[in-house]
Structure formats: C-alpha cells, structure tokens
C-alpha cells in the first residue's frame, strides 16, 4: 500500500450513491468486503503508530465502525494494545483510529459526536481516518456542521491520513476534504466497479509534441484583453504564461492608455495587438479588466473562435442577461470561465456558501446554464463540461492563494487552447489546471509570475 498522490493515472471517484451500488453488488460475490476493510486499516495501523501506548480505536456504531472494530481484533491478536471506545483512553494514544462515520454520515452532527471528534484532535498522536474523516461528507468535502445550539461549527477529524476503502470519494479531494483527510490510501478491497464514475481524479496529462516542420504560425495567437488603469500586471501575466505554454504569437490588449508603449518592457516577445488585428486568435479575457470589459465583450465573444474568460470579465457577466446569452450561444466547445467561488457564485446567483456547499455540483450547473467549459477554482478546482464527467484536480496548495495566479492559469490555458487547436477544451482546461496546481505544490511564498517556470519545466 502506498500514498495515492502524486498519482500518474487519473482515478474514478463515487458518491455515496453510486458506493452503495458498488458494495451491494460486491456483496453478492464478495462478502468478507468488511473483514478485507478491517485488515487493511489494521496493516496501514501497524505502520503508522508512533510509539508504545495503545491504539485508541473511535467506533460509530455503523459499518465504519464495524471496520474499525474488526482492525481492533486483528491489532489485538498482533499483540498491540488496543482502545475501542469513544473516550479516550488513560494514557496517552500511539495512533487515533477514527471509525465514528463514514459515508452514513448524513445530517448535522449532535453534541456527543462533536465531543468525540473533538477528543481526537486533541490528540497529538497521529489519526487515521476509515473510508472518510469523520464529520466530513463524502460527496461534497464539506462539513456536515453540528446542530443548532452547538457553539462550534463545522466540526471535523482533522486526520493525519485517511484510508478511502472500495471507491475514493470526491469529497476527499475537494472543498474542505483536501486540508482535513491528510495523506490519502485507497484500499479497493478487491472490486473493479463496473459503473461510469461520478468524477475523475486528475493526473499528469502529456499534450502532443510539436513536429519539426511547425513553425510560429502552427503554434496559434493568443490575445490577452484587460489591464484596465492599475491593474496591467493582471494582463501582462496572462500573456506570459500564453508564452512560456507555447502561444505562437502572444498580443495584449490594455484596457488602459499604454500611449505607444510595449505590451510589457520585460518580456519584449509581446505584442501590442487588437481583435481587429488577430480575429482568429484566442481570447483571454478579463484579467485586470475592471467594468471596462463589459463593452468589449460583445464583440470578442461574437468573434473569437476560442476564448478563456476570467475575472472581470466574469464579473460583468454576472451581471448582463444579454452577455451570459452570447456565452451560451456561442458554438459548443469553444468557451472555458475560470471562476473562483465568488465568480461562481455571481454567476449562478447564490451565496459563496452555496458554491462550496457542493462544488461538483456548483461547476455542473454552471456549465449547463452557460454551455461552456467551467474550471471552479479554489481547493480541489473542478473542471465541467456539457456532456462530460467532471475532473476533481488533484494537485495544487495554498501557494496558489496569491494575486495573480489565477491570470497565470487564464494565460496558461489559453496559450495551450492556441498550440493544440484539436484538442478538447475540457482535456486541456485538466491539464492546465493540474500542472498549475503541481506547481503551486511549495512550501513557501510564491509570487503568482514564479509559477510559470515550474509549469514550463512540467511540460
Ligand atoms: N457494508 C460493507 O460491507 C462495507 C462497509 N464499509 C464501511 O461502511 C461505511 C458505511 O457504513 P454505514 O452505512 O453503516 O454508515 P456509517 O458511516 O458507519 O454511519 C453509521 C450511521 O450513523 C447514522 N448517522 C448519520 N449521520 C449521523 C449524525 N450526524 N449523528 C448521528 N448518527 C448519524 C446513520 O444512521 P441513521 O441514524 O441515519 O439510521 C448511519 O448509517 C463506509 O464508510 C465504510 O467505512 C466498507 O468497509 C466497505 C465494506
Ligand atoms: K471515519
């Protein structure tokens, strides 16, 4: 058994719903499925525990609880002393075994479920989560919250690793579940599902090489329009990472007076340019746009034959019904938007809460609603399309919370969407979004220009 992530392969992730198809037809075949479940959380015990004291085992009183109970017996007959119950024990534990609820978990936690979850982070012993951290749902990496009266919300294990056991469900990868599941194994327990996924987990996708007779006119155009008055830096960052992704030829079009100036004077490879200029380029629109934007939308998005849209001009679609109707007529395939949960939640009209609430969901509608690509950003970015099953990215920290790392993906996807002109918009929006997560996967302060030569060097 080892981590899952780094992953080179994408992975199938199901709900809750789809789990419980999965292991009532397994059952049939298979029906030592919580032996195998409670033997592989012990193993992964075994190998995690630190020190002599006993394993301290949190068992719900559902099949969660039943695999804890069962990896309580087999620690027990490898002779480690063993605490099965939900206080705590006497002295202190080796390793926390949260077994309290896994994918049952299905409405606000009570008092008493809150004070043990609580106990186990009070640990300073390391916590394995089974199947899910408890408190935390499935389907959405949300907090299931605690019920009212309760003076803390969104009460959680916050595990130091989780065991995902016969699937990998969404919410560990997404939302809230990426910071609470710690270090992420998967134990199939022996069963290949046999349906369609709810989602993928995404991996390193390799883009195809150029061949040797392309030149820059192969490569494709890229036209950055935003930069209004104070916030050219936006622009300028989206139009270098179009460059460094391998644009052919990178134009930027400020939304602020530039008086006969260079598109940016440290990175003399761009050029100043206009829709007039390079109708067939692809758009990248909106960053830094400021409410200027909304006048050029119209026409950009009548004329571009691709087009990324982000930030501002997200903003001002939100805010227009004739604009978000010129995004949803425009030809299937050929729009991405790259909100963040605000965006997002301008857009559909709902609280960021809401957004975050189910962001699989959230990314699903909004594709729908405006027949586009749309990459939700934020922890665990969700990429949907129309027709397509959702990707979950697998990379990505908070290194990436900085200003301007949202231009560099923008930029990054739109110089991708010019050099692979026959890839789907979904395929590259995934990989995109993966290799600017991998990027962003430090340890220290990363200015959002800084992630460009990692993505470079990714490729
Ligand atoms: N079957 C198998 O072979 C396999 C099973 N596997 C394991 O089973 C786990 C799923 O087990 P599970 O369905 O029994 O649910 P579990 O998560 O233990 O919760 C228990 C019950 O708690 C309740 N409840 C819900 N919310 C609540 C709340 N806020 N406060 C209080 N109570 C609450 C709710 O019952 P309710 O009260 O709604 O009737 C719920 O049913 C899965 O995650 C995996 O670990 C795997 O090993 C594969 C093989
Ligand atoms: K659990």
Known sequence: MRPLLPTTRPWPLFDTAATRRIEVAALAATPDLMARAGHAVAKLALALRRGDGPVWLACGRGN?????????DVLAAHGIPTHAALQPPASPPSLVVDALFGIGLNRPLDAASAAVIEAMNACSAPILAVDVPSGLLADTGQPAGTIAGLAADGVAVRATHTLSLLTLKPGLF???GRALAGRIWFDHLGVTPAEAPTAWLSAPQALPASLASHHKGSHGQVLVVGGAAGMQGAARLAARAALHAGAGRVYVDLLAPNDGGPADAGQPELMCGSLAECPLAVGVIGCGGGPEIAARLPALLSALPRAVLDADALNAIAASAPLQAAV????????????????AARLLQITVQAVQQDRLAAAQTLARQLRCTVLLKGSGSVIASPGETPTVISTGGPALGTAGSGDVLAGWLGGWCARHAAMPLHTLACAAAHAHGAAGEVNHVL???ELIAPMTRLL
Do not use: M, Q, W
């Open 328 to 343: 949803a007529s425009r030809a299937p395939g050929t729009t991405v938007i790259t909100p963040h949960p605000l965006e």
């Open 174 to 176: 997404t939302g809230e």
């Open 447 to 449: 200015p959002a220009g």
């Open 64 to 72: 969660n609880g039943g695999d804890g109970r069962i990896a309580a």
